[in-house]
């Protein structure tokens, strides 16, 4: 007997079926993901043309040449969620959402929210700051932790303790919690307990490589926990575990459709400086130094997420897609999704005392159930612009409010790029983005 097909499904239902079975089977084409909806959906009345036109605005098959949206991109960021974040220790305001498997998770209200309120403030997971602040930092005019300037002495600030005039350590503390919160991440950085990490930090420091930084300093996080007890290393563990994560290699066949090609002879050069520096240092008295911070065993998990070399790529693609433009790695800022009109604002208000605390704001208000968003991108770049940044990292083609609306300029205006162009900056400056 077969099944009546009497049910219009909506675009959203459409949307979620397609984008899941798509993923689901990558080498399908148009007609067959469209014969697959149908199959899963016996009741459902769903045109190809239908089918088509979401698997194009989601990037996942290839659109009309020349238009903004054309992409053949199918690699999408992987989601995880961290199960024991409790959010109500930075807000009551916002919770975690699951969308789906491509989008993933995000942040969304939880009550009415006025524009202009703080949302929450947070400190840093692991910070690796921008260069002119870690040069401060390693010149001890900076808070090694916190990254805030301490140029003026002060009987509150202080030094690592293990420095010596033999061998010297730099980093200094504006105040004794800064120093202490430090013992999380900074033993096996110090130059002094751990001097088979000072290659690896001077080869991110020359090449300003912020994600091989950022994965050294949640390298030395991660290790310094699994000393600790279990229930320490858990909460840490999960932080880790919950990041959305691209690969390198997987990032770099988003990168070869623009014509670029990774430069894995760094890559190699890297990994071999970090297994230096967290398992294999070079001489015998470096070898006991790190024997002596690291007196436990690493598990066998976890030395596989951290020192295959896989792992290691995958460690450097999550660092980029998570760290604040600053360079902090940060639990709840980091479920923060893309748009290319944010209606959130992360401010660095605390300058005098906590210069890596985020402060997040309203920029409209918000009612129950909407998602707060934030922008991967430059908001003043062009529309291709920006969906080639956003390709870089496995995203699909935006479509935020503004890009639909350039989307359509764009097409209207026949592939004319002045037009389209002075057109686009009419709807950034209605949209209060210029």
């Known amino acids: 007997m077969s099944t009546s097909r009497n049910i ?16 689901g089977n990558p080498a399908s084409g148009i007609a067959k993901v469209h014969s697959f909806i149908l199959d899963a959906n016996p009741s459902w009345t769903v045109s190809e043309k239908r089918v088509r036109k979401i698997l194009q605005s989601e990037g996942l098959v290839r659109s009309d040449a020349g238009t903004p949206s054309s992409t053949t991109n ?3 960021p992987s989601f995880r969620l961290n199960k024991s974040l409790d959010v109500n220790k930075w807000t009551s305001k916002v919770e975690v959402k699951y969308f789906d498997a491509i989008k993933g998770k995000g942040l969304v209200a939880k ?23 870690y040069d401060l930092q390693r010149a001890s005019e900076a808070c090694s932790l916190c990254s805030s300037i301490i140029r003026d002495h002060s009987p509150l600030h202080i030094s690592c303790e293990a420095s010596t005039t033999a061998t010297p350590c730099t980093a200094r503390y504006c105040n004794r919690l800064c120093r202490l919160q430090a013992e999380k991440v900074h033993p096996l950085l110090c130059p002094a307990r751990n001097p088979a990490s000072v290659p690896l930090l001077t080869f991110a420091r020359d090449a300003q490589w912020m994600a091989l930084h950022a994965l050294t300093q949640c390298t030395s996080r991660l290790l310094l926990a699994s000393q600790q007890d279990a229930a320490t290393f858990n909460l840490d563990w999960e932080v880790v575990q919950g990041l959305a994560e691209l690969g390198m290699e997987e990032r770099a066949q988003c990168l070869r459709e623009q014509g670029l090609e990774p430069d894995r002879e760094n890559w190699r050069r890297a990994f071999e400086l970090y297994l230096q520096a967290f398992k294999e240092p070079r001489t015998l008295a470096e070898q006991k130094k790190l024997a002596r911070i690291l007196k436990k065993p690493i598990s066998e998990e976890l030395q596989k997420f951290t020192f295959e070399y896989q792992a290691f790529l995958r460690g450097l693609g999550r660092m980029s897609l998570n760290l604040e433009a600053h360079g902090g790695l940060y639990r709840l800022h980091s479920h923060l999704n893309h748009s290319c009109t944010p209606n959130v604002s992360i401010r660095h208000l605390d300058q005098r005392t906590a210069l890596s605390r985020i402060t997040v704001i309203a920029k409209e208000n918000f009612e129950i159930g909407q998602e707060l968003l934030i922008t991967y991108t430059n908001p003043q770049s062009s529309l291709r612009d920006r969906r080639r940044r956003l390709s870089e990292w496995g995203f699909g083609p935006c479509r935020c409010e503004r890009c639909v609306a350039e989307e359509k300029v764009w097409k209207e205006s026949d592939g004319n790029t002045q037009e389209a162009d002075d057109l686009a900056d009419q709807l950034k400056a209605g949209l209060g983005v210029l």
């Not at 009550?111 to 602040?133: Q, R």
């Open 74 to 76: 199918t690699i999408h």
């Open 111 to 133: 009550e009415n929210i006025a524009k202009g309120d703080v949302l929450w403030k947070e400190d840093p997971f692991i910070l690796a700051p921008e260069w002119e602040i």
């Open 8 to 23: 219009i499904p909506t675009e959203d239902e459409v949307r979620k079926a397609a984008i899941e079975l798509k993923k």
